[in-house]
């Protein structure tokens, strides 16, 4: 016999749910056939204040908060984020991406910029192992950075990284090759590349050749030490929304990769002045170049294998 008390526990679930997938504008006829969405990377800020002020100030709205990006999320179904600290404002200071996941924890896991510079940044991996909600660090490894890939200090990082169980985040757009050394240079770790190793624009339009490094790309899959971020992929089209013309180059970098080491993300905010953020979502699940399977695996499965986090579902 089902005791009356349970049916009543299971209809203020039920009824829960449905009020969630109503405030995200889904019906729940369209969330039972959306996978569980996680977009791997994003960027929460506050305003630039003289209590929390920027680094440097780029061209992106003058503040996204932890809860202005939940909102946006749950506008069109995405269920968590690796929220990646801006180095471009922050620095090596994730003290607001860590209040964030602690307002949020079931929809983020935090990634935090490491200084290569910093003797001590061994002790500074091991202390960000111990805060809730980690799963990863980041460096910067562009011609910009002027930073050699045999470099001490990120000789340090990835020393750290393994030893702590961390994937590394690398930035390295426009800057293949060195990237392509510090992968083959520390085969145990782990390494996360950021937004397909492409430079992308942060304004419009997309570059003259914006897929000219895509061979490079393609001849970095054969590490089974790293995983690459499709991030950003919808500012690299030359055509409006939904951006028809990125789908052949896409499917050569999952061809090479496998979508089990694809991982789908935003890069919101970074975007925003090319792309919101439902634009860059809803191509990748409306697309018909995708079946039910891919789609399911880069758009959360490979970032939850990549990770080792999942949000926890409604």
Avoid at 27 to 35: D, I, K, L, T, Y
Wanted: glycine share 6%; proline share 9%; with cysteine.
């Amino acid at each position: 016999m089902v005791n009356q008390s349970d049916k009543r526990v299971g209809r203020r679930i039920v009824l829960r749910a449905g009020a969630t997938l109503a405030a995200a504008g889904l019906s729940r006829a369209e969330a039972q056939q959306r996978p569980l969405i996680i977009d791997s990377q994003v960027h929460a800020y506050a305003a630039n204040t003289p209590e929390r002020p920027w680094h440097t100030v780029p061209n992106w709205p003058a503040h996204v908060t932890g809860d202005e990006m939940v909102a946006a999320m749950d506008k069109v179904g995405v269920a968590g984020a690796i929220y990646i600290s801006p180095v471009s404002m922050y620095q090596y200071d994730a003290s607001y991406a860590v209040s964030v996941q602690r307002a949020h924890p079931d929809r983020f896991a935090l990634v935090k910029p490491v200084n290569p510079d910093d003797p001590a940044v061994g002790d500074d991996i091991a202390e960000w192992k111990k805060t809730p909600g980690t799963v990863g660090i980041r460096i910067i490894l562009t011609k910009e950075a002027k930073r050699a890939p045999d470099d001490p200090g990120i000789d340090r990082i990835c020393r750290a990284a393994v030893q702590h169980g961390f994937p590394v985040n690398v930035l390295f757009w426009g800057n293949l090759d060195a990237g392509t050394v510090l992968i083959d240079r520390h085969p145990d770790t782990r390494f996360i590349i950021d937004h397909m190793g492409i430079t992308q624009p942060s304004v419009p339009p997309a570059p003259a050749q914006p897929w000219a490094d895509l061979p490079k790309v393609l001849e970095l899959a054969k590490r089974r030490n790293a995983v690459i971020k499709i991030t950003g992929a919808c500012t690299l089209s030359k055509e409006p929304y939904p951006f028809p013309d990125i789908w052949d180059p896409l499917a050569r970098i999952f061809d090479a990769w496998g979508f089990d080491r694809c991982l789908w993300g935003t890069d919101w905010t970074r975007a925003f002045a090319v792309v919101n953020y439902e634009q860059a979502v809803e191509p990748f699940l409306k697309t018909d170049h995708l079946s039910a399977s891919e789609r399911s695996m880069l758009m959360g499965g490979a970032t939850t294998k990549a990770y080792g986090w999942s949000p926890k579902k409604v």
